[in-house]
């Protein structure tokens, strides 16, 4: 049983820094895609980054490109998101999730991640 446990959530203002750290438990003998979605008040929940399981396939969504570098330690089982130059709009509930996937090309869609965090909260004020 996969199991997901974010942290490093909080409260900054804005050109402030956060790292999300992302906990994984029962993921061994296969490899996981894993990825990194948020989702502010009144909207959907939306993709932010996604890394393979080596680590060579990694895709960011456009608005957080150049600010938010994601990374993994598969020693540690542990998925990091790196954020700098926060903005007012980063502001939403972050989720880390993965599925099973062997190839280095991770899919972009929720309905394509089984295992979910509970989520930890950025607020980011100006």
């Known amino acids: 049983q996969v199991q997901l446990m974010e942290s490093g959530g909080g409260s900054v203002q804005a050109g402030g820094s956060l790292r999300l750290s992302c906990a994984a438990s029962?993921?061994?003998?296969?490899?996981?895609?894993m990825a990194w979605f948020r989702q502010a008040p009144g909207k959907e929940r939306e993709g932010v980054a996604v890394?393979?399981?080596?680590?060579?396939?990694?895709y960011y969504a456009d608005s957080v490109k150049g600010r938010f570098t994601i990374s993994r330690d598969n020693a540690k089982n542990t998925l990091y998101l790196q954020m700098i130059s926060l903005k007012p709009e980063d502001t939403a509930m972050y989720y880390c999730?993965?599925?099973?996937?062997?190839?280095?090309?991770?899919?972009?869609?929720?309905?394509?991640?089984?295992?979910w965090g509970q989520g930890t909260q950025v607020t980011v004020s100006s």
């Open positions: 890394i393979s399981h080596g680590g060579d396939g990694i």
């Open positions: 999730a993965a599925y099973d996937y062997p190839l280095r090309i991770c899919a972009w869609v929720t309905s394509a991640y089984p295992y």
């Open positions: 029962g993921m061994t003998d296969r490899n996981y895609c």
